[in-house]
């Protein structure tokens, strides 16, 4: 069941992000859901090889390496989704930056409204 409310508020997050924002081109509503699925899917697997590499290079002592690895494996997983999916388009980095950005507030205020109140 959090899967799918996890599911529900990523997808909701790119809906807002690839209809605002400049730079994003999609051809389909199923787009957002394949996007979604593919960039929670590789964000988990992006996070969790990077902490695991940090950890390994500093032998423990991570300090402010964890946060570099998050925001490594979200741009990772956005990368992900524009190479994977034909219909989900970026056009640049900064475009794609941005857009992790978004969907990461977006996300963090839909669950905290969602888990808290």
């Known amino acids: 069941m959090q899967f799918l409310i996890e599911f529900l508020i990523v997808s909701f997050a790119f809906w807002?992000?690839?209809s605002r924002m400049d730079g994003i081109t999609v051809k389909g509503q199923n787009t957002i859901f394949a996007a979604a699925a593919i960039y929670i899917i590789g964000y988990t697997i992006l996070k969790w090889v990077f902490m695991f590499i940090f950890k390994v290079l500093t032998l423990g002592f991570m300090f402010?390496?964890?946060?570099?690895?998050?925001?490594?494996?979200a741009l990772g997983a956005m990368y992900l989704v524009t190479a994977l999916l034909d219909d989900y388009e970026i056009d640049?980095?900064?475009?794609?930056?941005?857009?992790?950005?978004?969907?990461?507030?977006?996300?963090?205020v839909l669950r905290f409204l969602f888990y808290m109140l």
């Open 92 to 108: 640049s980095f900064p475009v794609l930056a941005a857009a992790v950005l978004v969907i990461s507030v977006v996300s963090s």
């Open 64 to 73: 402010g390496m964890g946060f570099v690895a998050i925001i490594l494996a």
């Open 16 to 18: 807002i992000v690839s």
